[in-house]
């Protein structure tokens, strides 16, 4: 007897910051599945060169994260085809800088939590009645492994992605005979335009962070969570941390004082 998953055609998926990464990639993915798929962003032009590409099964939307009122309003007002939404991906999100804390533009820090953490709840609180409402759903978040393990000038962003991992949790907690499920996409290096937002632009500082290693890419992020996505009703993957071949775990840092 086959293995009984969820059809993607039969899915509509809500991704954000689609404009790049693992947004854009994500919206190929189901797609190409024969999906539906609402996708946000704040670049326009992106979006507008992505829905030329992908076609009528596309509806796209500019929209901040941030703003909750305007993400509410957004889910709202989706057209008929895209209106009742199955997969949710809270995808949007950056890292800024390196320097350690005491160093640090206070700015970044705020971007970065109004982005990862307010923009992520939003997102959230706005589609998921509707999610409970149809008695069905799946949430996800892009979380990082920077959730679990500390690195130099990761301080606020580790802090974020440490804050939407229990969040899942506590949410699947929130959620429990619902039947909408929550999973937490943990990934490690990938290679995409994350490293070039973090160094503003600095292309040389950028293509370093993946010198002679081979870092996933963003469709291996898609189909991470495209896999999740269509496995049966009843299994849900609450945390799925993954990682290049290349990269693993470090030893704790030590300072000797002379």
């Not at 920077?146 to 992605?161: L, W």
């Not at 229990?166 to 699947?172: G, K």
């Not at 996933?216 to 991470?224: F, K, Y």
Request: proline share 4%; aromatic share 8%; net charge negative.
């Amino acid at each position: 007897m086959a293995y009984a998953t969820i059809d993607p055609t039969s899915l509509t998926v809500f991704v954000t910051g689609a404009t790049s990464g693992f947004g854009a990639a994500i919206a190929r993915r189901f797609i190409g599945a024969g999906a539906r798929v609402v996708a946000t962003g704040r670049r326009v032009e992106r979006l507008d060169a992505l829905k030329a590409e992908l076609g009528d099964n596309l509806h796209v939307a500019a929209h901040d994260v941030r703003d909750f009122a305007a993400t509410e309003a957004l889910v709202a007002g989706l057209p008929e085809p895209f209106r009742d939404l199955d997969v949710v991906v809270a995808n949007a999100g950056l890292a800024l800088g390196l320097k350690p804390g005491q160093e640090v533009d206070i700015s970044d820090w705020h971007t970065m939590i109004d982005t990862n953490v307010t923009g992520f709840v939003n997102t959230v609180r706005a589609t998921l009645p509707g999610l409970v409402s149809r008695g069905r759903g799946h949430v996800f978040s892009i979380g990082s492994v920077a959730g679990d393990y500390p690195y130099p000038g990761g301080n606020a962003y580790g802090g974020t992605k440490a804050f939407v991992k229990q969040f899942c949790l506590s949410l699947r907690s929130d959620l429990l005979g619902k039947n909408v499920r929550v999973t937490n996409i943990e990934p490690g290096m990938v290679e995409t335009e994350f490293s070039l937002v973090r160094f503003k632009g600095d292309e040389g500082k950028a293509s370093t962070v993946y010198d002679n290693l081979r870092g996933m890419s963003a469709d291996d992020v898609a189909e991470t969570i495209y896999w999740c996505a269509t496995l049966p009703e009843h299994v849900n993957v609450n945390r799925l941390q993954v990682m290049p071949t290349d990269q693993a775990f470090s030893a704790f840092a030590v300072h000797r004082g002379t």
